[in-house]
């Protein structure tokens, strides 16, 4: 039997447990037990691997995973046992990038030797994850249901990420590691760090050490350069790139901390909302070579730091009047009769769009410097569109790659309420974005030609942290997020065109749901313990 939806009745196959879904899934109905997990890498040498059997293997062995809806199932009587897993990759680079495979085969006969292939060893990691969805606990015996089964998978879009916000609230790096090792556990492999903002400066800088002095909350706030390579390297060992963001020309306030001639309109009060997108007001002085020369040091050095081929400039929310009532700017378009404010932002983007290409980087921005400046960015740039979603369809049809965040759907922290303490009302943007919501977002609607559906790369859930901390983390991203995980890595229609609704893979979630609250993770339920025991008795009629 074939199958490409998992629907709620599916309860006594494997199908019913994985999450993201695999792309192609056989299964047959024998089940086996799988008591004694043995995972064999075959002529691999890649440290990566060898981690990633070790932490499965710790996984497995300590997890006793029931499904909600199993709570009353008979205890099985199987007809074998799984042996060994066998991996098997093409090859031992532990090179991650935009471009990397992730696919991956895995096959569970109805007895003996299992075995997964991958060409990369982060196709593997995929594997690896699927496999340990495979396991459920039923009357305290570890099976596998649904032998012989087979499974040919690989993810739609390259990129599927998390952006976090850790400089308007400060998160300490065990919470950045648990969130990561969640995202692995959803097949999620970028964490878009958006790691300083015009709250605080939290990164240590060796080009401009005041930096951090001056803009992290306290010193035990702070992320030194051994802690951004341990997180770097955290995360690649679960497959999950780190792509960081330095915002700019906008939301940078807190450099004028350090360097305050660098700056326009800092901390303008009361009437802030007249000069930024929130308090504290305050933007790079775009009329000074200084100010875009600092954006480039802090490029260079930044560049170095995180490996990755991506780096994020920002380029969101900036605001005209703060640099039209700055002196050094008035100044200068009054000595330069055909500069204006356009040009002087134009000037300081292709500055530093240049210093991303000349450290050997793809550059990423906000929507922003496509659609809301003269400024047009290289035709490599990956651009965030969050402002409305037809910014996706805009997007590609300039022939840029979209990373789809809109607001409407894939902001996370919405729905609580305004966060200005003098007013009893609605934030931007709320409502509260519910896991169907996020599920039933299609990134690729409204574009029909095949070359402009393609330049859709990648999809990205945010949280802002204007109201999360540490405190909040997990409840506010789980299992919401693992929601635009399954869309990025399945896409919104199985082969025959179905679109997959939230009623048919509910129970898939609930499960998954279960899952990562017992592997740490502190997920929000969906429903009443009682709908996740009665798949399909809480519907609305």
Known sequence: MKIAVALTGMLACAAAFTWPYPAQFDYKNTTISAEDIHIVAKNSKSSLLESAISRYTAIISKERFTPPADYKVERPKPAAKLGKLLIEIESDSEELSMSTDESYTLDIPAGGDGTLKAQTVFGALRGLETFSQLLPTLQGLRVVRGTPLHIEDRPVLAHRGLSLDTARNYYPIADLKRTLDAMSYNKMNVLHWHIVDGQSWPVESKTYPELQKNGAYATNMRYSYQDVRDIIQYGKERGIRIIPEFDMPGHTYIVGQSFPKLMSCLDKQPDWDQYAAEPPSGQLNIAKDEAADFAVGLIDEYAKLFPDEVFHLGGDEVNRKCWEEDPDVKAYLKAHANATVETLLSAFYTKVHGAVEGQGKIGMSWEETLFHSEYAPPKDTLIQTW???????????????????????????????????????????????????????????????????????????????????????????????????????????????????????????????????????????????????????????
């Open 387 to 541: 402002i409305d979603e037809q910014s996706i369809p805009k997007t590609v049809a300039k022939g840029y790659r979209s990373i789809a965040s809109p607001a409407s759907s894939y902001y996370l922290d919405c729905g609580h309420g305004a966060w200005l303490a003098n007013f009893d009302g609605n934030s931007w943007c709320d409502p509260f974005k519910s896991w169907m919501h996020v599920y039933n977002f299609d990134p690729w609607a409204n574009v029909t030609r095949a070359a402009e559906r393609e330049l859709i790369v990648g999809a990205e859930v945010a949280l802002w942290s204007e109201q999360s901390d540490a405190v909040t983390l997990d409840k506010y991203l789980w299992p919401r997020a693992a929601a635009m995980a399954e869309v990025a890595w399945l896409g919104k229609t199985d082969a025959d065109g179905h679109v997959r609704t939230t009623e048919e893979v509910v129970q898939r979630l609930h499960d998954q749901r279960f899952r990562m609250v017992g592997r740490g993770i502190g997920a929000e339920p969906l429903q009443p313990l009682w709908c996740a025991r009665n798949p399909g008795h809480c519907l609305l009629p």
